[in-house]
């Protein structure tokens, strides 16, 4: 009979699941700029064929100029060869920090305001927040983390 009344105040907990991240969508009335990287049109293992396109890749990140953000769209075509089916593509632009969305200039003045000028990064972001861009407290954080990190560390 303890046993069934042990049984009986039990309750089935839920289990948790995570999920994954979501980034937030640009803003439509950003300033934008697209830059067109060309792509090889000569196939290096088959002897300098044309090649023909295949696919298009295209890489976003935050810039920041003099007091005004824009929104960098880098595309890549990538190519393939008739004869030997090898796929070609331009090199991947420069990022500051694997994967990120934020350029160079925008990380400097990040990490610049977090240690030199002693902002911290909650009032760095209700800053962004005043000009138009979504950018939380925990991806700052994670920009700095990656910024600050000694090379070859992350």
């Known amino acids: 009979m303890a046993a069934q009344a ?31 990287i060309d792509p090889p049109t000569i196939c290096a293992a088959a002897a300098g064929r044309a090649c023909r396109s295949w696919a298009r890749m295209s890489t976003r990140h935050w810039r920041r100029y003099r007091c005004r953000f824009k929104v960098i769209e880098t595309v890549r075509e990538k190519f393939t060869c008739r004869d030997c089916e090898a796929i070609s593509q331009a090199p991947a632009p420069f990022h500051a920090t694997p994967r990120g969305f934020i350029g160079p200039h925008l990380l400097a003045t ?13 009032r760095q972001s209700t800053r962004f927040k005043c000009e138009g861009i979504d950018l939380s407290t925990s991806t700052l954080a ?8 000694p090379h070859g560390s992350h």
């Open 6 to 36: 042990a049984a009986a105040r039990t309750s089935s907990v839920r289990s948790f699941t995570r999920k994954r991240p979501v980034r937030k969508p640009w803003p439509e009335d950003a300033e934008r700029e697209r830059v067109v």
């Open 110 to 122: 990040i990490v610049f305001d977090k240690f030199g000028m002693h902002s911290p990064l909650n």
């Open 142 to 149: 994670d920009q700095v983390g990656f910024g600050a990190a």
